[in-house]
Structure formats: structure tokens, C-alpha cells
């Protein structure tokens, strides 16, 4: 056994995966959460994991909840909510904190706000650690290289449906207030924000997608995470107009599972390019479902967060701290297929 790591949010859609593949890699999760039915019901199907119930108001429950644990993962969002309590109680227990966050105010925030504390504690505190922040910034990372600087970073996301969990929606709806209903959108170095509705392109995706219908300025949090650490002038992302109209409509229900491990029949490409000049580098990633393919790339970061990162205390994004292609390598060919094309070579992410 590789030790305990408490997961906060255990038993939501996406906290279930991350317990599942935590036990998979040798860890010993401690499930924790705000509900102590939800909680118990799901220490019922794993009888041999710790219980601990902690809502965000009770300090003491939450260093309970921590206790003994070399790092907690926070799966419970809206983060904008969850984040200042669990990181404070990171915080107190000198425990690496990590989230699955994909909210652009929130993950702002939490780099902004624990750099000093996080040193202080001896700390590395590894926000938006999942699909949508974390895959992007690894993408964006691996394919730039050695480049100094880039001129323009494009990320497309072709979802080909989003069922949206109920999680999904109420984060949505926090971000949409934090800004006055406003879409945000990165222009001129920095983030901005938009009236009235995205523009809609197209986007000619790798195979099998090919060419789609993308909602422009699509703004996810990868738009935080990238240019934290990334010299970037322009940054543009783009999601297919079959996902946005899934996830916009309230009648589409949540994700229906599709095999035993609970993952849907969800299929995604994750498109970057990135340009210095004339020339183009290019990161490809294809899996299933963007909620079960999280679990594994948090649980990735936490082995190298405390196995191989030789990183000081701080908060980071995950392209900033980890070796970006080691890490897509070490996911590659499952649960994502990786393809990294360097001026138009194919580059072996072995190499
Ligand atoms: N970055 C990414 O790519 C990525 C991937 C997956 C998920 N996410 C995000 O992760 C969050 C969870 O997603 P999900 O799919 O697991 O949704 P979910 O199934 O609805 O789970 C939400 C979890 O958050 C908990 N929670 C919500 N508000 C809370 C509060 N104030 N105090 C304590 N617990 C609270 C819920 O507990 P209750 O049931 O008690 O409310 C539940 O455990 C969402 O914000 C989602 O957007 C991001």
C-alpha cells in the first residue's frame, strides 16, 4: 500500500472514479464528504475504506477527515465553494491538496491566493488537475518544447456529446454568476470579458471527426492554466456545437454508464496547436468519457507529486510542474491515445 489520500466529494460522479483508480494504483482513499448518508452508502459497497464525514463549515471534521492522509483530493464542486475550506485544512495538516477544478474565477483564485501559505506548509497545492485544465496545459506543454514563447495557442475540444453531471451544471452556474452572466474569452495577454453569444467556426479535427461546427471563444480552464506559466499572446479555445448544445440544454440528462467500470460511451479529441512564427506544433489526445478519464489523470499527478517531482513547496498548474511528456506518455495508449507532431513530424513521446 502506497498510503492514505482522502478524497473529498467521494461519492459524486467524478470523486467515485477517482476512489476506484486510487485503490487500482495501490492507495488507500478515505472517503469523505459533506453527507453522511451518500457517504455511508458508498462505504457500504467498499467496506475496507475509512468513512469520515465533513461538512466545509467543521475545521475539526475536515483535519479528521485529513488525518494521516499524504494528500487530499477535492472532487467536490461548485469549487468556488469547496476550495477555501479544503485547502485551509490541506494547510493545517501540511498535506499536498489537488482539485479537479474547471472553474476559470475559481482556479484564478486559488493560484492567486496559496502561493505564501503553501510555502509556509511545505505544500504543493495543484488546482483544475483533470480534464479540462490539467490534459490541455500537459498538451500545450508537451507540444511547445523548447520553445521560450509562443505566439498563439489553439485548443479544440470535440466532445462528441456532454452529458453534464449535476456538478457540471451547478459550476456553471456559479462562474456565470461571478460574472454578471458575461462569457470570458483570452485576448490581448489577459482574460476579458464578452457580451452577447460566442461566435460559431469550424475546426478540422484529426480523424475520426474531421471537420466540425466549433463554438469559438469557449473559454474552459485551461485559458487560466496555460498562459500561468506559458508566454502566450494569443489564446484561443473552441468546443464542438453538438457538446455546447448537450450541455446548455437542461433536459440532457447526466452521463449513463456504458461498461462495468461506469464509464459512457462519451468520445473526445482534445485538439492543441501551438505557433512561433511559421512554425506549428501539435498535440493530440483521444479518449472516452472526460469525467472517468480525470481520475487517472489526477491520480498520475499525485504519484508524481510524491514520488518523482522534485518541485519546491507552491501552487502550480500541471504543465508548470510536471514533465508534460513523460506524464502523457505514462497515459498513453490508455486510458488516451497521445500523437505530438513537431513541424510537422511525428515525435515519439519516448524519445
Ligand atoms: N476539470 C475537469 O475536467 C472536471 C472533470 C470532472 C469534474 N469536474 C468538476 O468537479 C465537480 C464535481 O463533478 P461531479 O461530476 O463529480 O459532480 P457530482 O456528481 O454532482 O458531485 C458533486 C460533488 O460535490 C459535492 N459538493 C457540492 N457542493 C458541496 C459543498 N458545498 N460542500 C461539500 N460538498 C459539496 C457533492 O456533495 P452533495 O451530493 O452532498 O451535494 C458531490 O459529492 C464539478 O464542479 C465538475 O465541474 C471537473
Given at each position: 500500500m502506497r498510503g492514505n489520500v482522502t478524497v473529498y466529494g467521494a461519492y459524486g460522479h467524478t470523486g467515485r472514479f477517482v476512489v476506484a483508480e486510487l485503490k487500482r494504483r495501490g492507495w488507500t482513499p478515505v472517503l469523505s464528504g459533506r453527507d453522511p448518508d451518500k457517504l455511508n452508502s458508498l462505504g457500504v459497497q467498499l467496506p475496507d475504506l475509512d468513512v469520515r464525514v465533513a461538512a466545509l463549515e467543521d475545521s475539526a471534521a475536515l483535519d479528521r477527515a485529513l488525518s494521516g492522509s499524504v494528500a487530499v483530493i477535492n472532487c467536490a464542486g461548485p469549487f468556488a465553494e469547496t476550495v477555501p475550506a479544503v485547502v485551509e485544512a490541506a494547510l493545517r495538516s501540511k498535506i499536498h491538496y489537488l482539485d479537479i477544478a474547471a472553474e476559470i474565477e475559481a482556479n484564478l483564485d486559488t493560484l492567486a491566493n496559496y502561493g505564501n501559505s503553501a510555502r509556509d506548509a511545505g505544500i504543493v497545492i495543484l488546482p483544475?488537475?483533470?480534464?479540462?485544465?490539467g490534459l490541455g496545459d500537459l498538451l500545450a506543454t508537451a507540444a511547445i518544447g523548447d520553445w521560450p514563447n509562443v505566439d498563439e495557442i489553439s485548443i479544440a475540444y470535440g466532445l462528441a456529446s456532454w452529458h453534464p453531471t449535476a456538478g457540471t451544471r451547478a459550476a456553471g452556474k456559479v462562474s456565470r454568476e461571478r460574472r454578471g452572466g458575461r462569457r470570458i474569452a483570452f485576448a490581448n495577454g489577459r482574460l476579458e470579458h464578452r457580451d452577447g453569444p460566442a461566435p460559431v467556426g469550424e475546426w478540422t479535427f484529426p480523424q475520426p471527426l474531421g471537420r466540425q461546427r466549433v463554438v469559438t471563444e469557449f473559454t474552459m480552464a485551461d485559458a487560466v492554466t496555460i498562459p500561468h506559466h506559458i508566454p502566450v499572446a494569443e489564446f484561443r479555445s473552441y468546443m464542438t456545437v453538438a457538446a455546447v448544445s448537450d450541455v446548455i440544454?437542461?433536459?440532457?440528462p447526466p452521463p449513463i454508464a456504458a461498461d462495468d467500470s461506469g464509464r459512457s460511451s462519451q468520445t473526445f479529441i482534445v485538439d492543441v496547436v501551438a505557433r512561433l512564427g511559421s512554425a506549428v506544433r501539435r498535440a493530440v489526445a483521444g479518449g472516452r468519457d472526460i469525467y472517468a478519464v480525470s481520475a487517472p489523470i489526477v491520480v498520475e499527478a499525485l504519484g508524481r507529486l510524491l514520488n518523482d517531482t522534485a518541485a519546491a513547496p507552491g501552487v502550480y498548474t500541471a504543465g508548470e510542474i510536471f514533465d508534460a511528456r513523460g506524464f502523457l506518455e505514462a497515459l498513453s495508449p490508455q486510458p488516451l491515445s497521445i500523437e505530438l507532431f513537431l513541424e510537422g513530424q511525428k515525435f515519439d513521446l519516448a524519445s
Open positions: 483544475a488537475m483533470a480534464f479540462f485544465g440544454d437542461p433536459s440532457v
